[in-house]
C-alpha cells in the first residue's frame, strides 16, 4: 500500500481476505469496495453506467452512476473468473487509475489499491491472467491456512458474539497515506543495492529452469518494496536484506516454469532463492 501498487492474493476461500481489506482500510481511513467476479460481470458492472436522471426542471439528462471501482481499496475476488473483456477494466483501473466508459475516462480515488484474488485450486470455469496483465500487480502474496492456536482462538472469537465487531482505530488519513508514498520514493538507496536488485531480475530472463523471465517493470517494483521495508522498519537506507526478502513476491508470479523444471517438481519460490543466493 505504501508503495502504491496492486496485489495478486493466492489463497483458499474462507481465510479472512474480505476481512483483512476492510479491516486496513478503516484504520487507514479509507473507504472500500469489494468486486465478486463472474463470468456474466461486465466493465459497466465495475466501472459504472450512464444512467437517465430528470433534473429539478422536469429535463431528461445522462448522468453518471460510478461503479464499484470508483473507491480507495479494492477487493477484487476471484478476478480469474471474470472475462477478459471484464478484467481489462480492472487492469486500466490498476495502471492508469482511471475508469473509461463509453467516449469518457473518469479519474479514481486517490490513494488507489486494489487485491485481487484467485483460488489456486478451482480451475473450472476460469479465465487465466495471461502473462502481461499478471505483471501489472506489484506483487503475489500467499495467504495459507492459519496455525492450530490461531485457529482455535478465531473460532472462540466468531462464535461468541452474533456479530463480532473489533474497536478498530484510525491511524493514518487519505493525505498522510499519498505522503507515506512520496516519503518511500525518498528513501536513499547505495548504487550495489540497487545493482543488486536489477541483477535479480535479469537472471530470470536467462534461466535455465524457465521459459521467460520478468520485465524491467519487476526491477522498478523490486526497488520499491526495497524501500517500503526499510521505511517500515525504521531505516532510512536500503539493505540487501530488504531486497533480497522482496525479491520473492515481486517476482513469483512473473516468471514461466519450463516443461524440466516442473518434472522435477521445482516451483517458482525455489528458482527465485537459488538466484537470490547466487546473486
Known amino acids: 500500500i505504501i508503495c502504491d501498487g496492486n496485489v495478486?492474493?493466492?489463497?483458499?476461500?474462507?481465510?479472512?481476505?474480505?476481512?483483512?481489506?476492510?479491516?486496513?482500510?478503516h484504520v487507514l481511513g479509507l473507504n472500500f469496495s469489494r468486486i465478486q467476479n463472474t463470468p456474466d460481470l461486465m466493465p459497466s458492472d465495475i466501472t459504472g453506467t450512464h444512467i437517465i436522471n430528470e433534473n429539478e426542471?422536469?429535463?431528461?439528462?445522462f448522468v453518471f452512476q460510478e461503479g464499484p471501482i470508483f473507491a480507495n481499496m479494492i477487493l477484487a475476488d476471484e478476478i480469474n473468473r471474470a472475462t477478459p473483456k471484464t478484467q481489462s477494466a480492472l487492469l486500466e483501473a490498476m495502471e492508469e487509475k482511471q475508469?473509461?466508459?463509453?467516449?469518457?475516462s473518469y479519474q479514481l480515488e486517490k490513494p488507489f489499491f486494489l487485491m485481487a484474488t484467485q483460488n489456486p485450486i478451482d480451475q473450472e470455469g476460469t479465465y487465466p491472467l495471461p502473462e502481461a496483465q499478471k505483471d501489472r500487480f506489484m506483487m503475489k502474496l500467499k495467504f495459507d491456512y492459519p496455525e492450530k492456536d490461531n485457529e482455535e482462538k478465531i473460532v472462540e472469537r466468531f462464535t461468541s458474539e452474533l456479530e463480532f465487531t473489533p474497536q478498530l482505530e484510525k491511524v493514518l488519513s487519505e493525505a498522510s497515506l499519498i505522503k507515506l508514498q512520496e516519503f518511500v520514493r525518498q528513501v536513499p538507496i547505495a548504487d550495489d543495492i540497487q545493482e543488486r536488485a536489477v541483477k535479480i531480475v535479469s537472471e530470470t530472463r536467462d534461466h535455465e529452469?524457465?521459459?521467460?523471465?520478468?520485465s524491467p517493470r519487476a526491477s522498478i517494483n523490486l526497488v520499491l518494496a526495497g524501500k517500503g521495508r526499510a521505511l517500515?522498519?525504521?531505516?532510512?537506507?536500503?539493505?540487501?536484506?530488504?531486497?533480497?526478502?522482496?525479491?520473492?513476491?515481486?517476482?513469483?508470479h512473473r516468471i514461466g516454469l519450463n516443461f524440466k523444471a516442473e518434472k522435477e517438481g521445482k516451483n517458482s519460490e525455489d528458482i527465485i532463492e537459488g538466484i537470490v543466493d547466487n546473486v
Request: charged fraction near 25%.
Open 8 to 25: 495478486l492474493l493466492e489463497s483458499y476461500p474462507g481465510l479472512g481476505k474480505t476481512k483483512t481489506v476492510r479491516t486496513l482500510s
Open 99 to 104: 475508469a473509461t466508459v463509453g467516449n469518457e
Open 209 to 214: 529452469a524457465l521459459n521467460y523471465g520478468a
Open 232 to 252: 517500515i522498519q525504521g531505516r532510512n537506507y536500503v539493505s540487501a536484506r530488504d531486497i533480497n526478502e522482496m525479491a520473492e513476491p515481486i517476482l513469483r
Open 57 to 61: 426542471k422536469g429535463e431528461k439528462e
